[in-house]
């Protein structure tokens, strides 16, 4: 990780990082945090998983020691979790600790926590179950198809997740996701209120990063992670319905391994270019909706 290139951030603000996978936002906010007596709070959706502790670098017991954590690995495997959920959870951390790190590569969880989130009506199971099955038989173009114009014309239409949503929504509620989030209230932290930091690493550096970290994972005990994970495993993974902890990087690689269908090698190399895709779609996100941020410029180097 490069040196700090701004200096210690104003000590009653809380501080937001965000930046690409393995891009070192967890020990910037590790040195802020230990530096100034602050809290860390996850900002990423599948470090919050207890299944997961290795294979989504979760902070490990050197890093809890030296500043308190919170909402890491605290959600049981296949518990339902969503960004409604995690802000439930942040607003009464930051009464407790106004001045916290919230860090993390979940874009949608930082623009909710900054720009708020719509209050949408919980989608009945029987809708859900629903739109999985004509996910499942006919894909996302089907889905797409009954969407309302305003709705299709906003929604990543490429994004299966998000067009699932979308119908959900409109299905549940008789309104398209477009008006509820034209509704969306005041965001409980806005970035003005914060010091905003957005890490953008020269690309070829934070790729041999990825490569690196991937490695010392499976030496740390990655793999035995996954084979715990293994008998849980369900057979939609992969799909946009598959349940939000089957997507850890690396999981569906090393599952593939354990079941003799590749080598760990190729289970290694297939996990390492999957990380470097993520972090090119994290960047996309951070560029185009987070242009408030301050961003830095982090140079090559260890």
Request: net charge positive; with cysteine; charged share 25%.
């Amino acid at each position: 990780m490069p040196d700090l290139p701004i200096p210690l951030p104003d000590p009653d603000r809380p501080v937001l990082i965000a930046g690409p996978t393995a891009s070192g936002k967890s020990a910037l906010a590790l040195r802020i945090a230990r530096e100034q007596g602050r809290v860390i709070i996850n900002a990423d959706a599948l470090q919050v998983h207890a299944c997961w502790s290795i294979l989504t670098a979760r902070p490990q017991a050197a890093e809890l020691a030296q500043a308190p954590h919170r909402l890491y690995g605290h959600v049981p495997r296949g518990a339902d979790y969503s960004v409604g959920h995690w802000l439930r959870e942040v607003a009464p951390l930051l009464d407790r600790h106004p001045n916290a790190v919230i860090v993390g590569g979940t874009g949608l969880y930082l623009t909710a926590l900054t720009e708020g989130l719509a209050r949408i009506p919980p989608v009945p199971s029987a809708i859900r179950a629903e739109a999985d099955a004509m996910m499942r038989d006919a894909g996302a173009e089907a889905l797409l198809a009954e969407l309302d114009a305003e709705t299709a014309a906003r929604i990543d239409r490429r994004n299966p997740a998000r067009v699932q949503r979308a119908w959900e929504v409109l299905k549940a509620t008789g309104r398209g996701l477009a008006t509820w989030q034209a509704e969306t209230g005041p965001p409980l932290l806005p970035v003005d209120r914060a010091t905003a930091l957005a890490l953008a690493p020269e690309r070829h550096w934070l790729n041999q990063r990825i490569a690196r970290r991937f490695a010392a994972m499976l030496r740390d005990g990655a793999l035995d992670e996954v084979r715990a994970a293994l008998p849980h495993w369900p057979d939609d993974a992969g799909q946009p319905t598959a349940p939000l902890w089957t997507r850890a990087i690396g999981a569906a690689e090393l599952i593939a391994y354990l079941r003799g269908n590749i080598s760990l090698a190729r289970a290694e190399s297939d996990a390492t270019l999957a990380t470097r895709q993520y972090a090119k779609r994290q960047r996309s996100w951070f560029r185009n909706r987070m242009k408030r941020w301050d961003r830095l410029d982090l140079p090559g180097g260890d």
